[in-house]
């Protein structure tokens, strides 16, 4: 489905944020990213959908060499990935319908898309999407009257109106408390399990990627030196990623869970939408 070959990618000022990274992601898999800061995970994701370019390496989504493509037939490639952002990437004027119908907008005509005038199709399809995200009541809500949750829930609904062979997801949860960021985990992978959705999550928190992630892939310093089950994040693993800690009471699930009703930069999401 997703096959990396090979992938660097060097800084003009010399630095190396990318090593040589290989590995694939079969179709419906969901793969979690971990490492410490600046092991080059953000780095990683932006090269899959070219809002960074590798300097070497492959990388194929299906029948398509991503690495190859410019133009319009980048821009029509960016249609099957879609990016979940840290910091939600909402337009804060707009409403919760209107952010998730810019989803669309690699679909759709500029004078449409400019007036907002979008097909029916394609309002019936985000009203669904609300509705499965737990935000039917905010749809003429502004983006910027929503909680950190609720935002977050209207950057999954947008990807998802994309109609993504591929998501893109970085971290999602850095900027929600524990119990809503269970919650959007446990959102994420429900609809890629819906959907059989591939998707790569880059996520700072590995209690939430054992609890979650069944497939993990370690970096750092821009190189893998894991790539295993999350069951397999031991101490000595988790050393080797992340440097020496205690790493003892890593890995402990609560069992108390409560269950949950299924609920960037606004620079990048114009580039990641086209």
Request: hydrophobic letters at 40%.
């Amino acid at each position: 489905m997703l096959r990396i070959e090979g992938l660097t990618k060097r800084y003009k000022t010399g630095d190396a944020a990318l090593g040589g990274v290989s590995f694939t992601v079969a179709a419906g898999e969901i793969v979690g990213l971990i490492g410490p800061s600046g092991a080059g995970k953000s780095t990683l994701i932006r090269c899959v959908n070219r809002l960074v370019d590798p300097t070497s390496g492959r990388i194929h989504l299906n029948d398509l060499e991503l690495t190859a493509l410019g133009g319009t037939a980048l821009r029509q490639a960016r249609r099957r990935m879609g990016m979940i952002f840290q910091e939600f990437a909402l337009i804060e004027r707009l409403t919760v319908m209107e952010n998730v119908l810019s989803g669309r907008l690699g679909y759709t005509g500029f004078w449409q898309s400019w007036f907002r005038r979008f097909p029916r199709s394609d309002i019936d399809r985000a009203f669904t999407l609300l509705d499965r995200v737990g935000l039917t009541d905010h749809v003429d809500k502004r983006a910027d009257a929503l909680s950190g949750g609720q935002r977050q829930r209207v950057g999954i609904a947008r990807a998802l109106a994309q109609e993504p062979e591929l998501l893109l997801v970085d971290e999602p949860t850095a900027s929600l408390d524990p119990k809503t960021s269970r919650q959007v985990m446990r959102l994420l992978t429900e609809l890629c399990a819906e959907r059989k959705l591939a998707a790569i999550v880059n996520i700072h928190d590995v209690q939430l990627a054992q609890m979650f992630l069944p497939r993990i892939v370690g970096l750092q310093a821009g190189r893998i030196v894991y790539d295993g089950p999350s069951s397999g994040l031991t101490p000595e693993v988790l050393t080797r990623i992340y440097g020496e800690e205690d790493w003892s009471a890593t890995g402990q699930k609560d069992d108390e869970d409560e269950p949950v009703v299924p609920l960037v930069r606004p620079d990048d999401l114009a580039v990641a939408v086209q």
